[in-house]
Structure formats: structure tokens, C-alpha cells
């Protein structure tokens, strides 16, 4: 049974800094495109950061990849979201996505809330 289990969400400061882990059971991330996405409320789940199953990283847009970073550890089979500069924008669910062709697994999210 595969199951990705996201924490490390939670309230900050705008300019703050979080970061979220991405553990993986039942598959092995090395195998996978591994990817963070966002969610707000009414609105699709968007792509914040992948990280291939080759460790190419790419980012939504360069605003992202400047004050996000997305990094795995293989023997931990974790995918990790290093996020600074918060912003009160980048409030919002974040789930962490598996793929591999057309198989992908999602986790149950974790919230991020940026407020002062």
C-alpha cells in the first residue's frame, strides 16, 4: 500500500520560513517525479516545485524558485520543501505528489497558513 504522509505545515509570520517533509511507504521516490502542489479554497491544485526521479528540480515560476527549494533524501525515501520569504499568498493546502507514467499518488496535505 502506498502512502505519502506530508507535515510540517502550520502558521508563520510573513517572511517567515517552514519547511515540509513528503514520507513515502510503499514506493520508492527514486522511481518517481516527485512534486509539491498548492491548493486554495475554490481554486485547482497547483504545481509549486517537482523534483524528477533523475533529481532535476523545476519551479512553478522564478518568484518560487528563489525563496522555494525542493530536495529528497533517498535513504529516508522523504521529499522535503524548504520555504523562505513566506508571503501571505503562498497560504494554502500543500500536498505532496508520486508519478510514474500514468500512476500518480497523492497525500492527504498539510496547511500552511502565512498571516500577520
Known amino acids: 500500500q502506498v502512502q505519502l504522509v506530508e507535515s510540517g505545515g502550520g502558521l508563520v509570520q510573513p517572511g517567515g520560513s517552514l519547511r515540509l517533509s513528503c514520507a513515502a511507504s510503499?514506493?520508492?521516490?527514486?522511481?518517481?517525479?516527485m512534486g509539491w502542489y498548492r491548493q486554495v479554497p475554490g481554486k485547482q491544485r497547483d504545481l509549486v516545485a517537482r523534483?524528477?526521479?533523475?533529481?532535476?528540480?523545476?519551479y512553478a515560476d522564478s518568484a518560487m524558485q528563489g525563496r522555494f527549494t525542493i530536495s529528497r533524501d533517498i535513504t529516508k525515501n522523504t521529499v522535503y520543501l524548504q520555504m523562505n520569504s513566506l508571503k501571505l499568498e503562498d497560504t494554502g493546502v500543500y500536498y505532496c505528489?508520486?508519478?510514474?507514467?500514468?500512476?500518480?499518488?497523492w497525500g492527504q496535505g498539510t496547511q500552511v497558513t502565512v498571516s500577520s
Open positions: 510503499g514506493i520508492g521516490i527514486r522511481s518517481y517525479d
Open positions: 505528489k508520486a508519478q510514474r507514467l500514468w500512476v500518480d499518488y
Open positions: 523534483i524528477s526521479s533523475g533529481g532535476t528540480t523545476n
